[in-house]
Each structure stands twice: as C-alpha cells, then as structure tokens.
C-alpha cells in the first residue's frame, strides 16, 4: 500500500520486482501477448498524482520488452473496495469497467493485489466483451481471505 498511497520509490521497487517475476513465469506459460493495467479511478489517480498500475506495467512491460495497451476505463463511479465483502465488490465492480477499443494478440492483466479476484474478473469480462483474447492475470501480492 505504501507504494500506491505514498508513491515510496523503494516500495515501488518490490512491487516492480514482484510483478517481474510473475510476468516472467507467465510468459513462459503463456508466450508473449501485451500487457493490460487495470486503472484506478480518475478522482483516485488524481488524489495520487498517478495512475499507479500503469507506471509499474509500463515499466515491466519495458524491461520484458513486452507493450502495455491502456485498452480499460471506468464506465461508472465504483467505491473504494478496502472495507467491502466478497459479495459486496461483486456488487461493486459489475459492469464497472469497458474496453475502450480492440486489440488482437493475448490480454495478460496486471494488478497490485489480489483479493477475491473480482477485480481481475471484471477486467477479463470487459475485455472478453471487446473481443479480445485474455490469457492471463498477473499481480505482485496475494491479501489474506476476507472473512
């Protein structure tokens, strides 16, 4: 979170690292594709003078020599999903995210962190819908299970 909230360059930096080594294991499944950042919210990227996913993607991607496509958008305000249920950011994310465009090859999805999974799940559908092709998610951390 300090990465994200804070903009620490050092915790940047595993984050980096952790996404490297999940990209790397992923392209030796799954054979090169391009790489999509799920956004945050605009009011959110402002309130952080970034949009935080997309910089560590860009640079990942760089260093594999792998492009990052910004093919995702909000379609509709979302909450913060910190202090929902499993149930509740279903609710939340349904429908919340679009494909601003198509793009062929293989969708490999990055995010920070992992949850339920609803997240990477509401991505993959709206680019599914957009006709692309997703053949992976990657993330640098796995959050305890939401009791």
């Given at each position: 979170m300090?990465?994200?909230?804070?903009?620490?360059?050092r915790?940047?930096e595993?984050m980096v690292?952790?996404?490297s080594?999940s990209?790397s294991l992923?392209?030796?499944?799954?054979?090169?594709?391009?790489l999509?950042?799920?956004p945050?919210?605009?009011?959110v990227?402002?309130?952080?003078?970034?949009?935080?996913?997309?910089?560590?993607?860009?640079?990942?991607?760089?260093?594999?020599?792998v492009?990052?496509?910004?093919?995702?958008?909000?379609?509709?305000a979302?909450?913060?999903q910190?202090k929902l249920?499993?149930?509740?950011?279903?609710?939340?994310?349904?429908?919340?995210?679009t494909?601003?465009?198509?793009?062929s090859?293989?969708?490999i999805i990055?995010?920070?962190?992992?949850?339920?999974g609803?997240?990477?799940?509401?991505?993959?559908?709206?680019?599914?819908?957009?006709?692309?092709e997703?053949?992976?998610a990657?993330?640098?951390?796995?959050?305890?299970?939401?009791?």
């Amino acid at each position: 979170m300090a990465a994200k909230e804070h903009a620490l360059r050092r915790a940047d930096e595993l984050m980096v690292s952790a996404l490297s080594h999940s990209l790397s294991l992923c392209l030796q499944e799954q054979g090169i594709g391009f790489l999509v950042p799920i956004p945050s919210r605009k009011s959110v990227a402002r309130l952080r003078g970034r949009q935080f996913i997309t910089e560590l993607t860009r640079e990942i991607g760089g260093s594999a020599r792998v492009p990052t496509r910004e093919l995702l958008t909000h379609t509709r305000a979302v909450k913060d999903q910190s202090k929902l249920d499993a149930k509740e950011r279903l609710d939340n994310l349904e429908g919340a995210l679009t494909s601003v465009r198509y793009h062929s090859g293989k969708a490999i999805i990055v995010d920070d962190l992992i949850t339920t999974g609803v997240t990477l799940q509401e991505a993959a559908r709206a680019l599914r819908a957009a006709g692309i092709e997703v053949s992976a998610a990657i993330t640098a951390c796995v959050a305890e299970p939401l009791r």
